[in-house]
């Protein structure tokens, strides 16, 4: 009976344990979209940097140096931002990964403490086996030796 309730909560425990891996799963993907995205950031601003640089070599006037400046300066705040929402998608996954592994941590225990309850069973079970064995083969050899000393001697 407890062994039934104990394979309920490992039932139970294992939905939960695909929940938290699936939460652990989308977590992961936002960070490894965070981290591209910061990365697709960081190499358009190397990139226009460097052009920014060839234009200079051929020639900028001031309204033109000022715009290059402005942007690449909103490129910087938006690899700011973007570092941080990489820091954060990263920290998510690694709760959610925790929980995930903290939950497959629990259900692995009560497997134990099923398997545990099913062989003390079993050994109960078998003692009570050999018990009646036992019984069976006294009863049978007193029998035999009744028979024995019933039938007459020649």
Partial sequence: MAT????LLIKVQKEREENLQ???IRAQQAFVQAEQKYQGLANYRTEY?????QQGAVGLGG?????????ISKLDQALTQQGRVVQQTRNAAEQ???S???????????EKLVEQAQLKAQLADDRQQQKLADEYA???????RLLAEQLPSE
């Fill in 22 to 24: 699936g939460h652990f």
């Fill in 49 to 53: 940097i460097q052009q920014s640089l």
């Fill in 100 to 110: 995930w592994l903290k939950m497959q941590t629990k259900r692995k225990a009560l």
């Fill in 4 to 7: 039934a309730r104990l394979q």
């Fill in 96 to 98: 959610r990964r925790q």
């Fill in 63 to 71: 309204r033109q140096y000022n715009q290059y400046v402005s942007f």
């Fill in 138 to 144: 006294a009863q049978r050899f007193y029998r035999q």
